[in-house]
């Protein structure tokens, strides 16, 4: 039985023609036998059927005779005619790639391969084989689309639950799709905004140009992201962060643009609220210290910019405040600050600014005013305030007011500097009796004198950093009985140049610009040093008397520290005595009062320093729990010569005694002063007639030597 090889047009038809009817779900069996084909299938064989019963033509004759021509163009046709499902079936393979797809075609190929197409063995493909792949790829197709569906719901339903706010437009802005968060966020039903473009939520309150950026970004396939205060349907705002992208369909053609919002409202509201906080008083709801050195900074930096400009910074300190504060309580005090600072903010400009720079002082920028008109302005404020009776219950007060102006031009020196210059001011306006306003002007004398001030300001910190402090002592003696001696310590500064400075050159400056708690904690850490390096002065009766200055008595972190220090350690084992000024006490009484009551429960004495110096003391006297008074200097210096001053020290000393509190004359520089004191019966003297000041160590070096 002879055999005909296939050309390769005819195996690349006859695959061609298989794998079409494959697609076609019926079965196929195509033999050889001889030089006759014939496709056994119920379809071709049909075909034939219908065929044979024709007539013949002469051409179909002259085709008999010629068999393998026939059977090749009949099966070239069939492929020709199939081609289309052939690509279909590619583009299939392609997309739904999957071993249970291709394995079955992997095998179709393999085996025509191996039998090099011969139509002999092609008769050994069954018919359920090929029915078996058909099957596999419609339960493919079918899982895919079930996948597909699955995906889209899914996708779907995390759309429509989003948290986030999403909005779909056409490429023209036209809205095609909302979430229902948008709903619950704008107040807005998807039927009210379809079709509508986003300027539904417009505010009015973004510039122009921002919409006009978004609208570029976007469109140039960009992604844009920004915040927008929008418009809700019932008019009230909200802010929304968003993020909004262009779709691109398979040309990379955009197509529609994505829109995801998220409302930022109650974290910005957050945020504004903070940022009010940080910059304001809580309680006058002016700005703070903080905010207005920086909005000083922005001023000076105008003045330097703009040539010729002038401007005015003030210092403000209200004159009774403490008195108030003091007898009514700090409600009463917080009340009146208030008061004080809505009364002030009505007396002025729209372009000033007014800040709280702490407890009763405040800060004023009067902008674009010159001193002439700032004076106005001030005075004015003062006759406000001066005029203002404050009411607590069945009481009323008068509250006074201090103020210094510094003008602001090119040529002022940094905004640090220029605070310090007007508090000075408002120092040198307290001097001159208080309830006044004091401009300071180039030229004049008082700017020399606290130039020099605030240069001592720089220096004392510098020598704080540096520890360029020492330790000195003073002894006080008794007069009239064989008592101790106690001794009072000292401080003085170690200059770089290794002169030593006196307290009167630098504690005016240390007391003005708030270093002087710091110079307290010094001394008192020091000393309690230096008492740990000769633990033989604590077995001893060692007396000493450390001063505390009047902004430490009203600084509560300061005196926990002290008390800290008091209770702990080696301060806790010798006699101690805190001198504090009676100007001092009773600026700060109730804080004064609350400190020394809870240290003389620890054995702690206290000793009014200077007392006379002011004669508003007297009325206070009785409510200190005091052991010492210390006559001021001034009185003892001269009352050998001036009988007002040697009445002076007999009526503190006569005072002391009847309650029951011990006398200390200062200043006592000779043996004359030091007899006439002892006539008058003032229990102990200090001075230069008595003794020197001298380096600490070396006044307790007796003492400890003695006591090992």
Known sequence: MPRFPLSIRQRLALVGLAIALLLAGTGYLVTDRLSHWQLETTSWQQVAEAESKLPPTPHAARQRNRPSTHLSEAIGLAGLLLLASLLTCVLLMVLFTDHLALRPLRELAQWLGRNNGEPDRISTLRTPEIVDLTDRIRELLRRSREATDARLTMLQQAVEQSASVILITDAEGNIEYVNPRFTEVTGYPPGEVLGQTPRILKSGEAPEEVYRELWRTIKSGGEWRGDLHNRRKD??????????????????????????????????????????????????????????????????????????????????????????????????????????????????????????????????????????????????????????????????????????????????????????????????????????????????????????????????????????????????????????????????????DGRIIAPGEFLPAAERFGLSARLDLWVIGHLSELLSHHPGLLSGELMLAVNLSGPSLGDERVLQQIADAVREGPLAKVHLTFEITETAAITNLTAALQFMEELRSQGIHFALDDFGSGLSSFGYLQQLPIDYLKIDGRFVRDMLEDRVDAVIVRSVNDLGHALGIETVAEFVENDAIRERLQEIGVDFGQGYGIARPAPLEQLLRPAADGAS
């Open 235 to 496: 008019g009230s705002l909200y802010w929304a962060s968003e993020t909004i992208s262009p779709i691109r369909n398979c040309k990379g053609e955009i197509t529609h643009f994505i829109a995801v919002q998220e409302d930022v409202t109650e974290a910005r509201e957050l945020a504004a609220r903070l940022a009010h906080q940080a910059a304001h008083d809580s309680l006058t709801g002016l700005i703070n210290r903080s905010e207005f050195e920086l909005r000083l900074t922005a001023l000076l930096s105008t003045a330097r910019r703009e040539y010729g400009s002038q401007h005015a910074l003030v210092y403000i300190d209200l004159d009774q405040f403490k008195v108030i504060n003091d007898t009514c309580g700090h409600a009463a005090g917080d009340e009146l600050l208030r008061q004080i600072a809505t009364l002030m903010r009505q007396q002025l400009r729209q372009q000033d600014v007014l800040a709280r720079l702490g407890g009763d002082e405040f800060g004023l920028l009067l902008r674009d005013c010159p001193l002439e008109m700032a004076a106005r302005i001030m005075n004015k404020l003062h006759e406000m305030v001066v005029n203002y009776r404050f009411g607590w219950g069945d009481s009323h007060f008068r509250v006074g007011m201090s103020a210094g102006v510094v003008p602001i031009t090119a040529g002022s020196p940094d905004s640090a500097e220029l605070l310090k210059l007007a508090d000075a001011t408002c120092y040198m306006a307290k001097e001159e009796g208080r309830g006044r306003v004091r401009i300071l002007r180039d030229g004049e004398a008082e700017t020399t004198r606290v130039s020099r001030e605030m240069a001592w300001v720089e220096r004392l910190e510098r020598a704080l950093e540096e520890d360029r402090f020492l330790l000195y002592g003073q002894a006080i003696r008794p007069l009239c009985y064989d008592r101790p001696d106690r001794c009072e310590v000292l401080l003085r500064k170690l200059d770089r």
